[in-house]
C-alpha cells in the first residue's frame, strides 16, 4: 500500500512539476508576445535579426507595401549621384563622370504596369525580399564629424539596438529624419509597389514608356476589379501585406568614402550575378500557371515519341532551347511549349495573360484535359510521318544534319524546332480556325513526307531553301518562321484570295533572292518574277 502510494505521490508531484514549467512557458510567450507588439507598433524603429556573411553585416525583417514604397527611395537619388541625375526618368544619365557612379541599370517604366497588375490580380503574388542600402546625411559632407581625420568613418550608418545578450536580435533605426533608405535590390519591385498605391488612391495609372514618357493609355482600377474578378475590399488591405527586407549600411565604421562605395557596388553587382535566371526550358519544368507549358510538359513525359525507354537515348532537351548539331534529340522542352502555345492557342486565346510581362491564369483541370487530349492526338499523328517512322531504327543527328556537314545527313526540318514550330501553328489555324481534319490533313503531311518534302532543305528544288534555310550562311534561321506557317497553309490548300497568294509569292521569291539574283526551284538565277510558288499538296509537289 505505502508503495503504491509512494508511486501516487511521486508522479503527482512530477504533474505539478510539469504544468508548472506549461504554465511558466506560456507566461514568457504572452510576456514576449506584449513586448514584440510593443516594438512592432513602431513606425522608426523595426525589428530585425542581424546576419553576417563574408564580412558583411545585414539586418533581416519585413515591412508593409506601403512603407516600402514610401520610405525607400530608388538608388539613382542618391546625394553622390544628383549631378547626373534625371528627374523625369529617374536614371542616371551614363557619361564619362558618372560610369563608375552608377549602381544600378535603368529602370525601365514600361514594366510597372505588368508589376501593378500582378499584386491587384493575382491572389496568391509573391515578391522576392528586397536588398536596401541605410545612408545618412553625413556621409556626403567630407567634413562631417562621422570622418576622422584620415577619412575613414567613425560608425556605421545603421544604428542596430540588439535585444539578446548575443546582438544577433534587435532594432534597426529608420527614423526619418536621420537615415534615407534606397533600393540596391529591388528597384522595380518598389515601382511596382508604388503604381499600386497610386492606382488604389486614385483610381488610375497611367502607364510609361521606357523611358517614363508617358503612353496613351491607363490602367483603369474599376475595369480591373471587372476584368479580373477581383473582391475590392482585398484591393484596399494590400498596402498592409509584407515583404522581405535586408538592410546593409552605407558605410561601415572604418571604410573611406570610396571604400564604402565600392563595397556597395560589389554587393549589387555579386546579387545579380549569382541569382542566374532560370532558361527557357527549366521555367517550362516548373510553370504551374501556363496551361501550355503544362500541357507539354505532360506530353513530354508520356507520349511514345518522347517518352524515356531502356536503351533508347532521350529524346527532350530539358533545359536549352536549341538542339546541337550532334544532338540525339528529337526536341526540347521548350520547343514543346511554343508549340502547345501556338497549336493550342487558337483553341484557347484566353489562356495567353492579358498583355506582355502578365503571369497567364492557370486553366482549369477540365480544360487542361481537353488540351492535353488535343495535343496528344497532334503527336499521334506526327508521329504517323514517314520521317519520325524512321526513327525506330535511325538516329536523329544523320535526319537533323545537312548533307554537306561531316557523315552526311538528309537536312530535314522536322528535326529542326523552329520548323517544329511553325508546323504546329500552321496546324492550329487549319484545325481550329479553319474547320480541317488532321487525318485529312495528314493524308497530305505522309504523302508530301515520302516525296522528300520536308527533306534537303539546303537544296534549292527545296520548298524551305531560303525559308528555314539560309544558304548564304549555311544554317538554320529562324527569322523567317512566319513565312514557312504561311506556305503550309497554302501547301495545304487553305489560302483562297489571290492578293494574299500573290504576296505570299512575293515574299518567297524575296527569300530566294541574294544580291539582286534570285534561284529558282532548278538551280537556276532567274528574276524575282519568275519565282513561282510550289504546287499544292495532291496536286505534285512542285512545279
Not at 509512494?6 to 503527482?12: G, P, R
Not at 541599370?105 to 490580380?121: G, H, I, K, M, T
Not at 475590392?232 to 527586407?245: T, V
Not at 492578293?499 to 538565277?525: H, P, V
Amino acid at each position: 500500500f505505502l508503495k503504491f502510494n509512494l508511486k501516487d505521490s511521486q508522479f503527482e508531484q512530477k504533474c505539478n512539476i510539469s504544468q508548472q514549467y506549461a504554465d511558466s512557458e506560456t507566461q514568457s510567450q504572452q510576456m514576449l508576445s506584449t513586448l514584440l507588439k510593443t516594438f512592432f507598433d513602431k513606425q522608426d524603429q523595426i525589428l530585425v535579426q542581424q546576419t553576417k556573411m563574408g564580412g558583411v553585416e545585414a539586418y533581416v525583417g519585413a515591412v508593409t507595401l506601403e512603407w516600402f514604397a514610401k520610405r525607400v527611395n530608388f538608388a539613382s537619388t542618391l546625394p553622390l549621384l544628383q549631378k547626373n541625375y534625371n528627374s523625369e526618368t529617374e536614371n542616371i544619365e551614363i557619361d564619362a563622370d558618372s560610369i563608375d557612379e552608377v549602381q544600378q541599370r535603368p529602370l525601365d517604366w514600361s514594366r510597372q504596369a505588368a508589376f501593378v497588375q500582378y499584386l491587384a490580380s493575382r491572389k496568391n503574388h509573391k515578391f522576392p525580399p528586397v536588398l536596401v542600402v541605410i545612408n545618412q546625411s553625413w556621409v556626403d559632407n567630407a567634413k562631417a564629424d562621422e570622418w576622422n581625420s584620415e577619412g575613414r568613418a567613425k560608425k556605421a550608418t545603421t544604428d542596430f539596438i540588439p535585444l539578446d545578450e548575443n546582438g544577433s536580435f534587435g532594432l534597426l533605426n529608420v527614423a526619418e529624419e536621420n537615415v534615407s533608405i534606397y533600393a540596391l535590390d529591388g528597384q522595380h519591385r518598389l515601382m511596382g509597389v508604388q503604381g499600386l498605391l497610386e492606382l488604389l488612391q486614385t483610381g488610375k495609372l497611367r502607364r510609361y514608356k521606357k523611358d517614363k514618357t508617358y503612353s496613351d493609355s491607363y490602367i483603369n482600377l474599376s475595369e480591373l476589379i471587372d476584368d479580373s474578378q477581383i473582391d475590392a475590399d482585398d484591393l484596399q488591405n494590400l498596402p498592409q501585406e509584407k515583404i522581405g527586407i535586408e538592410f546593409i549600411c552605407a558605410v561601415n565604421a572604418g571604410e573611406t568614402y570610396t571604400e564604402a562605395k565600392q563595397r556597395v557596388r560589389s554587393i549589387f553587382v555579386h546579387v545579380n550575378l549569382m541569382a542566374a535566371p532560370l532558361t527557357k526550358g527549366q521555367l517550362t519544368q516548373l510553370n504551374e500557371d501556363d496551361g501550355f507549358a503544362i500541357v507539354a510538359r505532360k506530353i513530354a513525359v508520356t507520349h511514345p515519341l518522347f517518352a524515356e525507354k531502356e536503351k533508347r537515348k532521350p529524346r527532350i532537351n530539358w533545359n536549352s532551347a536549341t538542339v546541337a548539331k550532334n544532338s540525339t534529340v528529337l526536341t526540347t522542352l521548350q520547343a514543346l511549349q511554343d508549340m502547345s502555345t501556338t497549336y493550342l492557342g487558337q483553341k484557347f486565346p484566353h489562356w495567353k495573360p492579358l498583355e506582355k510581362g502578365l503571369i497567364p491564369q492557370r486553366p482549369d483541370d477540365e480544360e487542361l484535359q481537353e488540351g492535353i487530349a488535343d495535343f496528344t492526338e497532334l503527336f499521334d499523328y506526327l508521329a504517323s510521318l514517314p520521317s519520325f517512322k524512321i526513327l525506330d531504327h535511325e538516329d536523329t543527328t544523320v535526319l537533323r544534319r545537312f548533307s554537306f556537314e561531316k557523315g552526311g545527313g538528309e537536312g530535314n526540318i522536322l528535326f529542326r524546332p523552329v520548323a517544329q514550330v511553325a508546323l504546329a501553328e500552321a496546324l492550329g489555324i487549319l484545325v481550329f480556325k479553319n474547320g480541317l481534319l488532321l487525318e485529312n490533313i495528314f493524308k497530305k503531311l505522309r504523302k508530301f513526307d515520302r516525296q522528300g518534302g520536308f527533306s534537303q532543305m539546303e537544296f534549292p528544288s527545296s520548298v524551305w531553301y531560303g525559308v528555314l534555310y539560309d544558304p548564304n550562311k549555311k544554317r538554320v534561321q529562324v527569322s523567317k518562321k512566319d513565312l514557312a506557317v504561311k506556305l503550309l497553309i497554302y501547301l495545304l490548300g487553305e489560302i483562297k484570295d489571290q492578293m494574299e497568294i500573290a504576296q505570299l509569292r512575293k515574299a518567297l521569291a524575296s527569300a530566294r533572292t541574294t544580291e539582286d539574283r534570285t534561284i529558282d526551284f532548278d538551280g537556276n538565277w532567274v528574276t524575282a518574277q519568275e519565282v513561282g510558288l510550289p504546287s499544292i499538296l495532291g496536286l505534285g509537289v512542285k512545279s
